[in-house]
């Protein structure tokens, strides 16, 4: 069974930073296998993509609403991604998701099989 958990989110100032972190866990789960992503949802709005990681960490794929603030990475070692998070806007308020998929750099929700539980992230004005 494979287990996705965040964390790292809380309330932060607009113009601060976060860092969040997503573990993954299973005997079975080849965590440099697949693409890792991270993504968001705020209050009666959909889950939006924010950014991606192939599994080599040569290839990243940004949203454009957080591209040159954000940045993802990943240790493969620990089983782990990172969302590095600078420049927070109270837009960036959310539930944030880490997301594990078998296929191609994508932005797709449907194209990640393993989700985690989210973390919550709020910007304050």
């Known amino acids: 069974q494979v287990q996705l958990v965040e964390s790292g989110g809380g309330l932060v100032q607009t113009g601060g930073s976060l860092r969040l972190s997503c573990a993954a866990s299973?005997?079975?789960?080849?965590?440099?296998?697949?693409?890792m992503g991270w993504f968001r949802q705020a209050p009666g709005k959909e889950r939006e993509f924010v950014a991606a990681?192939?599994?080599?960490?040569?290839?990243?794929y940004y949203a454009d609403s957080v591209k040159d603030r954000f940045t993802i990475s990943r240790d493969n070692a620990k089983k782990t991604v990172f969302l590095q998070m600078n420049s927070l806007k109270p837009e960036d308020t959310a539930v944030y998701y880490c997301?594990?998929?078998?296929?191609?750099?994508?932005?797709?929700?449907?194209?990640?099989?393993?989700w985690g539980q989210g973390t919550q992230v709020t910007v304050s004005s």
């Open positions: 299973g005997r079975t789960f080849t965590f440099s296998s697949y693409v």
């Open positions: 990681i192939g599994g080599s960490s040569i290839s990243t």
């Open positions: 997301a594990a998929s078998s296929s191609w750099l994508t932005k797709l929700p449907s194209s990640y099989r393993y």
